[in-house]
């Protein structure tokens, strides 16, 4: 079972932006960068829990860390 759950994408944007990551392009999906990551979130609500923790463990955070982000 996934530690983090699932949510919308505005709330995972948000989430990201605390961790350092800014939007490159929108689209059908959101592409954002830390300089060195890029992350790929999917533009539906809300994203599934699995996926949600996939992007979550290529930002380089825990669950635990992404949910003290929300």
Do not use: C, W, Y
């Amino acid at each position: 079972m996934p530690k983090i759950p699932g949510i919308g994408h505005l709330q995972a944007i948000r989430a990201l932006r605390k961790a350092g990551f800014e939007i490159i392009r929108e689209g059908k999906h959101t592409v954002m960068s830390d300089g060195t990551r890029i992350l790929t979130i999917p533009r539906h609500n809300p994203i599934h829990a699995f996926t949600m923790g996939g992007i979550a463990r290529d930002a380089g955070l825990s669950p635990e860390e992404f949910r003290r982000l929300l």
